[in-house]
């Protein structure tokens, strides 16, 4: 009628780890029963991160042999009393058991009871009673106050006090255990007793059970004394099942009706297993599928007094029939501990926990329990104590500068309106003015020279283009949307080999113009509108060809990027393909270098005439910031990798207005009288190329 042991075994796991007990310490009885208490318990304690601080095997008192081996056991038990961090330990024994313990540590030290350092959280198991015999008499259980035990599950039966206070040693005469009893526990002798001696008083037999303290008898029932009542009165419904199941069936065996007596007790199995009744304390009483009472453990807190009295007070339960949340009950206010505790839950750790923003790292020839102390690696975060590992960071959240939270990551991207994009969104509208006044000059005096020999057509379509180009990056400006990541990076590439083209074709036009005044070949075919456009033409559609199949493939689109910057959430466009988006960009750098290259040998025509050496330093810039663009972008992260990106476009849009326009607008506003055809005409001399 007891309940299964494996529940009080989960049950000091689950005390343990309320309270987060990890280095113990284990008392047991030397036998067959210690090691197998053992050999089932350790297992678990590991299982559930539990470390065993020692492992200590005590002896019963009846087993001391020789005085020299009382010593050893002595030095035994005080050895684990030395580790200061196992402030708990669990003993598993007898009442034997515990007797052997105290006369070990009184023999081994003269003041125990003063010692702060024996103070220990006790736990002990529903084997232990602490209800003794006349030998603890004059003991005080005070070195077990604030013990936490676990008993057989019981409740006040009534009448049951009542009953305890009628017992005289008289009730009968052939059963001599009232009278031994008496005499032990009143001090007294009988006198036709024959053990009588003079040295107690005589037992009057009118003695009251309640006056005697609680190490000597309890008024209250016991978690064994309320098995057996169970029991009794289980066998008494099962013989009341099989006597109404008789009279009902008439069920006859051998021929005749079976007599209760001769019923054996393997026939009272089926019967006990379907009993269902409620005992006189209000609790239902049955048996599961394994034959077992499903009570379960009660936890009590030992509580001592002064006069050597203690009383037990229930502060938990353990029931492995209960739902998973009431398996395990403790009411941690109930609990008195040890006085050197002053009433705070002890620790009993190898070393300190680990705080949050750190986690255990081993130390190397130790128990797991025994750790060391690290900080979370980055991205990772730990919000609780001890935690093995940190946990990492979700995507959209980095952790806190103590690694004890995860914070929300900032959306990130580069907006007209924070002081960068205003900057940049300022500069180029003022270029894109600049632009405009330049084109409606050169519209004005589109029938000048300077104007007429610069090819208007191709000048009106580089500025067009220019600007285009300084327009290009409000593409690039504010939360990327599937449109504006569509055209953003082929716009770019278009525009720009539109203006290169310009710029490649006018080279172009000035080499041929010259090389048409040299006697010899007769290059004049080769001047006019034609060559012109359609290097303009057959250069850009080349561009537009390599964009059509990116777009028409691996089309860019609105991406987020949440490893780059640890604390944002970058929203920008995926280009789709960077091997395109690369081609792009070495198709347009194909076409600069040849633009600078054809430029830089057309510098030497002369000054009258000649804009190559303009055109020229116009090409170093732009080659120079495109250069310098690749290795900066790749080092940049986050939105700023998109400032660069229109810092670029600006910066060579920029190079290529004011080295080629700038000199023509301040000969056309400022020097109208050098915009004149006579002074156009060049000196003839010879043209090295």
């Not at 009165?233 to 008789?246: D, E, N, P, R, T």
């Not at 040299?518 to 509108?529: D, E």
């Amino acid at each position: 009628m007891v309940p299964n042991e494996n529940q009080q075994y989960m049950g000091i796991i689950r005390l343990l780890q309320h309270f987060g007990w990890t280095w113990v310490g284990l008392f047991v009885v030397k036998d067959d029963s210690g090691e197998h208490f053992l050999q089932m318990l350790e297992p678990l304690l590991s299982h559930h991160g539990i470390c065993l601080a020692f492992v200590e095997r005590i002896i019963n008192q009846a087993h001391w042999n020789m005085h020299g081996e009382a010593q050893d056991l002595i030095s035994n038990v005080f050895q684990p009393f030395a580790d200061s961090k196992a402030r708990t330990s669990i003993l598993y024994g007898e009442s034997r058991t515990i007797i052997s313990l105290i006369i070990l540590i009184a023999l081994g030290d003269s003041e125990w009871k003063e010692n702060v350092s024996l103070r220990k959280v006790w736990i002990t198991t529903a084997q232990a009673d602490f209800a003794t015999t006349i030998i603890q008499w004059g003991w005080n259980y005070e070195f077990f106050h604030g013990a936490i035990s676990f008993t057989i599950h019981k409740k006040e039966l009534p009448g049951f006090k009542e009953f305890l206070q009628g017992i005289k040693p008289d009730w009968t005469k052939q059963d001599t255990f009232f009278k031994e009893f008496w005499e032990q526990a009143f001090l007294c002798s009988f006198p036709n007793s024959s053990d009588y001696t003079d040295a107690y008083k005589a037992c009057t037999g009118e003695e009251s059970l309640e006056s005697l303290p609680g190490p000597v008898f309890e008024m209250h029932i016991l978690g064994h004394s309320y098995s057996i009542y169970n029991a009794v009165y289980a066998i008494a419904h099962a013989l009341h099942a099989i006597c109404v199941s008789q009279f009902k069936h008439r069920e006859v065996v051998g021929g005749k009706r079976v007599d209760l007596q001769d019923i054996q007790p393997w026939q009272l199995h089926s019967f006990l297993r379907h009993i269902l009744f409620n005992n006189s304390a209000g609790e239902t009483v049955s048996f599961n599928e394994k034959m077992e009472m499903g009570t379960g453990f009660d936890i009590t807190n030992l509580v001592t007094f002064p006069n050597r009295s203690f009383q037990r007070v229930k502060v938990g339960k353990v029931n492995g029939n209960a739902l998973e949340g009431k398996y395990f009950i403790i009411r941690e206010d109930l609990i008195v501990w040890q006085k050197s505790f002053n009433q705070v839950v002890p620790l009993s750790v190898c070393n300190d926990h680990c705080l949050p923003g750190y986690q255990k790292k081993k130390k190397e020839g130790e128990k797991f329990c025994c750790y060391d102390c690290i900080l979370c690696p980055e991205g990772k975060i730990s919000s609780q104590k001890d935690l093995d590992e940190c946990t990492q960071c979700p995507e959209d959240q980095y952790p806190s500068k103590n690694h004890e939270q995860c914070i929300p990551k900032m959306i990130s991207f580069l907006s007209a309106e924070e002081p960068l994009g205003i900057s940049l969104v300022s500069i180029a509208v003022a270029f894109s003015l600049v632009t405009v006044l330049m084109l409606g000059t050169f519209i004005k005096h589109r029938d000048t020279p300077i104007v007429k020999t610069s090819n208007r057509d191709i000048t009106y379509g580089l500025l067009i283009s220019l600007l285009l180009c300084f327009l290009c990056p409000l593409l690039f400006l504010g939360r990327p949307r599937m449109m504006t990541c569509f055209l953003q990076k082929p716009a770019f590439g278009i525009i720009f080999t539109v203006a290169v083209s310009c710029i490649l074709a006018k080279t172009v036009t000035v080499v041929v113009a010259f090389m048409a005044t040299r006697p010899g070949p007769n290059m004049k075919k080769w001047m006019g509108k034609r060559l012109t456009n359609g290097l303009v033409l057959s250069c850009s559609l080349t561009q537009i060809c390599i964009c059509t199949v990116w777009l028409g493939t691996t089309p860019p689109f609105p991406d987020v990027d949440t490893k780059s910057v640890p604390e944002e959430i970058v929203v920008q466009c995926n280009g789709g393909s960077v091997i395109m988006f690369y081609i792009v960009l070495g198709y347009l750098g194909l076409l600069s270098l040849i633009s600078l290259t054809v430029a830089f040998l057309a510098r030497k025509l002369p000054d009258s005439f000649n804009e190559a050496k303009f055109i020229t330093f116009s090409m170093l810039i732009f080659c120079s910031v495109w250069l310098s663009f690749v290795p900066t972008y790749l080092s940049t992260k986050g939105k700023y990798m998109v400032a660069v990106e229109i810092f670029s476009i600006l910066a060579s849009s920029v190079g290529l207005l004011t080295c080629i326009f700038f000199p023509k607008c301040y000969i056309i506003l400022l020097r109208p009288e050098l915009n004149k055809r006579g002074k156009l005409i060049w000196r003839k001399k010879e043209i090295v190329l």
